[in-house]
């Protein structure tokens, strides 16, 4: 497992699936600009000028919405994962 460092993230991206109404499904299609992914390591956060720890807003486990292109793409083992900045999470889902 890769453990990040400052206020990056390591995600896994859900694939997103549509469905037709004659059953079809459409894998790519129409994709939105954003991504759904799963947080799977937390760096320690961030710090100030001061040397203030900031903690990161998000958790291991959250569902997190990012941008379509951000993040480096790694292999880790037979997974591959993306490796963000905490800012790229555009919100948490509840």
Same mark, same amino acid.
């Given at each position: 497992m890769l453990k990040p460092i400052g206020d990056r993230l $390591?995600? @896994? !991206?859900e694939e997103a699936k *549509?469905? @037709? $109404? #004659?059953g079809f499904v459409l &894998? #790519? +299609?129409g994709q939105a600009q954003t991504r759904t992914a799963q947080? !799977? +390591?937390v760096g320690e956060g961030s710090r100030t000028l001061n040397g203030d720890l900031i903690e990161p &807003? $998000? =958790?291991v486990g959250d569902r997190v919405i990012v941008d379509q292109h951000v993040g480096? *793409?790694?292999t880790d083992g037979d997974? =591959? $994962?993306l490796v963000i900045r905490e800012a790229d999470v555009i919100a948490v889902l509840v």
């Open positions: $390591v995600v @896994t !991206l *549509e469905q @037709t $109404v #004659g &894998a #790519g +299609a947080v !799977l +390591a &807003a $998000v =958790k480096i *793409e790694v997974d =591959k $994962v």
